[in-house]
């Protein structure tokens, strides 16, 4: 999921200017992980619709904040476990040649539009908590 907050930049500059870089990175951390909770748990109950075993939502992961291209910083949600959901969380999202309309289809854009906003203010709130 990517969102732009307006007035993040600004805000970033106060944290980096007021505490230094490692405050400023440890606040955009917090913030992630923040906004990734709140995501994973809207997933987990968009999820529930179509649970089966439970495996989908048992092997949901997020990432520790990590850099892509040298400036942005990033969560990643993504799936890992024993029952190998990795390789099948597709089919659910999009259909199959069999099953072209799964219970599950769509899942995951539902839970990107619906949390687009409460996450935007979930970082917003996040970070100017810590200035």
Avoid: C
Avoid at 21 to 34: G, S
């Amino acid at each position: 999921m990517s969102a732009e907050i307006k007035g993040t930049r600004s805000m970033l500059e106060k944290i980096r200017a007021k505490y230094g870089e490692t405050k400023m990175l440890k606040a955009q951390d917090r913030a992630l992980r923040r906004g990734a909770q709140y995501f994973t748990s809207v997933m987990k109950e968009e999820f529930e619709v179509f649970r089966d075993t439970g495996a989908t939502i048992d092997e949901m992961t997020t990432t520790e904040p990590y850099f892509i291209h040298g400036q942005v910083r990033i969560i990643k949600v993504y799936w890992s476990g024993s029952k190998s959901r990795q390789s099948i969380i597709h089919i659910n999202e999009y259909g199959s040649v069999k099953n072209t309309n799964p219970r599950g289809r769509g899942a995951i854009a539902r839970t990107m539009y619906r949390t687009e906003e409460p996450y935007k203010d979930i970082i917003r709130e996040s970070l100017r908590g810590d200035l």
